[in-house]
């Protein structure tokens, strides 16, 4: 491996910037980290390059720990955003300086020299100073400076940013030529995913300081596994289907999928359908694909090779859901037809089609939609509107629905499945809000979210599970949660006060989990070792600290509201519950 | 008016007017003035008062002791600027604050506060004296009141010119392996070395033209620590208008030589990176 990261961590005031990255680039890689700004990448490269320290975690280039080395020692090559290029130096004093710092002979360097300006051919530029090139002339010169001392890996901080398209392009294609006659191993910064999908042979995305997922180009794009990476490579109109034994229910179609699984109880997922995959036709019998819906052209933009539409959907029983619908509840679906397509029909604005989808991709994202419960109308659309939730759905994309339950929490209401609470239902915390809690998990809420009102965005978020059945449900939660926002996660591991003579025990779960946390889930978390009753010991850490949130997962319901009142009525802090059976 | 360059900004001939005349006034009559007074003088009576050895020692002091300062300003008040520009640090602003003392303070107060400190029995002076070191009454003291009045000038010269070096210059060669020093040496120093040389031209200007602070802690004897500001006012207070304004056309000549040389060594400077690209 040519850049080994351990659990990097780099905090400004407390606040991570880069987030529990771990990563490995193999040698002669051309990697590219992509990203929003303030997602965490730049500073990401700049640790690489030992520019700026970490606080935590481990960097290894070409197998050397080069955490507390030098930048200057660590043998990188770095080009900046805007060239960096010493004013008052020649081109051909710039792309030596690394060989005069080595004391290299002078025929020797001006050998070097030649072979660098062929590279990114720029001969015969040596005597010009910096201001007299153009900007792209200005970043050949940056890389072939940065590639003088043959360094063993070469790091791009979004080199392309002051360009124009054109010569964006064509430095692009001189990078990527280089790269591959050297074999050098290169990271580059972006925020632009075509420019990661020019030069990439693997994606890294960050956002908010985690890197969300890692992999090709094709397979990111494909098959994403979080809703992030679904809508920042590209456009993807996000929906919300059933997912039951027979395959995927998506509006009015079924898709059978492969892995049927009989007996597992209907949940909702999330479906990305891609612009491209939709289709669209007069009527529903004309359509070569699965039905879908009706829809009404919205709007229409020719893009040239491309028509790109918005086609808002009928309402109706069988309207399939889009996740992120605004309030109003506008659904409208993005659409790209090529000008093949837009040939064999025309469609007008205002024009009623049939709609088709030829692919879908379920993403494995255990949080759906929300659904904001209450007593009264009033209130459900109160807590609907709490600023926690909000952004959460915001970052998440996702939608929030408003149910009113009048009996909520009546003990002596019937206790059955009412209707099915599909999504994460939330509810307030309240005094006596444990037995709302309890009433509502009994009757069928999976997912239940407690949130205090004007709750803080958490700065930590603490993880537990009581009984095994909940512990994947409870990781791939968390996974999700904390993929959309800055905090550190926690892993609190719980012995009862007579286990304190017996401490391995407790060890090993906790490296257990934060293993299978990191395998199964691309989640770092820390790990905690605390001694007492689980619920007080809970309700005792959160109390330490402000902006901390819990995500505990159940199998037991038995005397729940008593057992969790201290925790979900202490107010301060949200706690979402996720409850699997024991089987 | 083909020398006219289109503008946006309107108003070329009344500001221009308005140089011309303002220039005059205040800069170019007085020196015509200073100039004629001595020009009525006769000829061997010129060279009398301005090679006399009296004067010639008040010209070495005098610019010796402006140079020295300046040169002393030059090293530390970049210093100065660096740390004010690149720390952080408790009590930052009081200390940029009282960088501009020196310029506010009356000069007759500096003088009498650094004679104070230096006098045989001053707070300072009486450690020195024992290591046979005397900075009152000596050209030391010259030197010292000079260095701290030109002091602000060098300072506040470099620290916009600081300001403007880039972070990136200096990581983009620290990874390309070069020590601190060499990146101070090659890429910080010649960024600001215009700024370095300008600091250096304002401090040796106002060290020559200052009066106040120096008579207080000089002395003042004849060929030792006389500076050619005294000299001409003890001229006039002979009624030796002449002599005095004949002392005063040297210093105005050689400080122009001095400014003109270290001027024209910037424009040099300057053109060198220019030429060297064709």
Sequence with gaps: MSITLDQVTKQYAGVPVVNDVSLDIGDGEFFVLLGPSGSGKSTLLR???GLSGVDHGRIALHGRDVTHVAARKRGVGLVFQNYALFRHMTVAENIEFALRVRRMRGRARRQRRQELLRLVSLEGMDDRLPAQLSGGQQQRVAVARALAHKPEVLLLDEPFGALDAKIREELRRTIRQVQRELGITTVLVTHDQEEAFAMADRIGIMNLGRLLEVGEPHDLYSQPATRFVATFLGAANLLLARRSADGIQLGATTVATIDRNPGVSEYEVVAVV?????????TRAALTSGYLAHGVVDEMVFTGALESLRVRLDDGAQAPLMASADRAGHAALQVTRTQHEQRDFEVRTGQSVAIGVRRLHVLPTPLSSFTACAQSAAQAEALSRQPLLAELSARMKTRIAVRVEPRLGVADAPCEALGDFVGT????????????AEWLLRRGAKDLLVLPDQ?????????????DAARGATLAMSASVLRHLPAEAVYVGIQPDDAKATPPHGMRELLDARSEAQ?????DMRTELRFGEVSQELARRLEESPAQMLIIGVTDLTRFAERFRAL???????????????? | MSWRKPSVLPGFGLTFGFTTFFLSAIVLLPLAALILAAGSMHWSDFVHVVLSRRALGSYRLSFGASLLAASINLVFGFILAWTLVRYEFPGRKIIDALIDLPFALPTAVSGIALATVFAQNGWIGRWLEPLGIKVAYTWLGVTLALTLISMPFAVRAVQPALLEVQRDLEEAAET?????????????LPTVLPALLTGFTLAFARAVGEYGSVIFIAGNLPMKTEITPLLIVIHLEEFDYQGAAALGVVMLAISFLMLLTINLLQTWGRRRHVQAAH
Excluded: K, N
Excluded at chain 1, 429 to 436: F, K, L, M, P, V
């Design chain 2, 176 to 188: 390309l392996g070069a020590r601190r020093f060499y990146v101070f040496r090659r890429i910080i």
């Design chain 1, 519 to 523: 395998a199964a889930h691309g989640l």
């Design chain 1, 568 to 583: 979900l009525e202490g107010g301060r802090w949200p706690v979402l519950i996720a409850q699997r059976a024991t089987p």
């Design chain 1, 425 to 436: 239902t939330v509810m307030a915390a309240q005094s006596d809000c444990a037995q709302r």
């Design chain 1, 455 to 467: 709750a803080p965005a958490p700065q930590r978020v603490l993880i537990h599970w009581m009984g």
């Design chain 1, 274 to 282: 891609r612009p491209e995959e939709v289709e669209l036709a007069p």
């Design chain 1, 47 to 49: 640790a690489i390059a």
